[in-house]
């Protein structure tokens, strides 16, 4: 039978041994999914390449790990050695700062580094959706983070948009004021209350984000922190999440390992497949392979594609 090709948007690679790694060596921290104790190991290529096993990984998009944020180049370093030993990622979105008075020699310093992409820098955010939204250094309404984000823009970068649902609009009206900044939505706008008030919370801001025309969305990172994950689950918010953005404008990431934490990749993958069988092949295909080959400029890196 044959494989199902994938280009993995969304993944991360660490060794603890570094001690890079507070979040994952240290106390444990709250989690979006709860107990991370299994993700307290080393997560290196050949680890990445056993979980992705049955399928045709065509290339790689590595995210920022949250290490020390002191070392972010460093990580960006690492990683492409990684690449030069292992042939992963094909691409790096980094970290540095928005707001941070030294951004122009961050961006300086990673853009020395060729597969680098585009940067994850996540804002000040307010930890539940009942909550007044943070406007002080480093939340969406600082004006430096505004100006980070045209800075970033002028590299010709993307930005990797992490948020919980409830910023999903203030994100839309900052990015408002940056239209030439290409974004892509992370983990399908974190829609973690599927209750009925839950989701039309999540779907208002959605709309607002797809209205955007250089806004993408990422269909990954479904896991709940108290719930199994399944297609019959997790169907209405991937379908919808499409509806709004298009299959043009959407991709599929991993999130592995921290995904591993509720489902294995390869039942993660044929499961949002099932989730996507409304669509043409074509579409599936671009959804799959081709929106993040272009999105992350990863056509000299990447491995054959399979016209469809």
């Avoid at 307290?40 to 944020?69: F, M, S």
């Avoid at 943070?134 to 969406?140: H, K, Y």
């Avoid at 169907?235 to 921290?258: D, K, T």
Wanted: hydrophobic share 45%; net charge neutral; proline share 6%.
């Amino acid at each position: 039978m044959k494989k199902l090709q994938i280009v993995d948007a969304h993944h991360h690679l660490w060794d603890l041994t570094l001690g890079w790694h507070d979040w994952l060596v240290g106390d444990p921290k709250p989690f979006l999914l709860g107990d991370y104790t299994a993700l307290r190991r080393n997560y290196l290529p050949a680890d990445y390449r056993i979980d992705a096993w049955g399928l045709e990984v065509l290339a790689t998009v590595h995210i920022e790990a949250e290490c020390k944020r002191s070392l972010a180049l460093e990580e960006t370093r690492w990683l492409h050695e990684q690449a030069q030993a292992h042939g992963m990622p094909d691409g790096v979105v980094a970290h540095a700062w928005l707001h941070d008075p030294k951004l122009d020699e961050r961006l300086a310093a990673h853009a020395n580094y060729p597969l680098v992409k585009g940067l994850r820098s996540k804002p000040v955010t307010a930890s539940e959706a009942s909550a007044a939204a943070p406007t002080g250094p480093g939340s969406l309404s600082d004006p430096h983070w505004l100006e980070g984000m045209r800075k970033l823009a002028r590299y010709q970068w993307s930005w990797d948009l992490r948020v919980p649902f409830w910023h999903l609009e203030e994100a839309a009206r900052v990015l408002e004021k940056v239209p030439e900044l290409e974004v892509v939505l992370n983990h399908t706008g974190l829609p973690w209350d599927r209750s009925e008030a839950g989701l039309a919370h999540w779907r208002k801001g959605m709309k607002a984000l797809a209205r955007l025309p250089k806004v993408y969305c990422k269909i990954s990172e479904l896991g709940l922190i108290n719930a199994a994950w399944t297609v019959a689950s997790n169907q209405r918010v991937v379908q919808e999440a499409i509806e709004l953005f298009g299959p043009s404008r959407c991709m599929f990431g991993s999130n592995f390992p921290v995904a591993s934490l509720r489902v294995g990749f390869l039942a993660q993958v044929l499961g949002i497949d099932e989730m996507l069988q409304h669509l043409t092949a074509a579409e599936r295909h671009n959804i799959f392979v081709n929106n993040a080959i272009s999105f992350y400029r990863l056509e000299p890196f990447c491995r054959q594609v399979q016209k469809h």
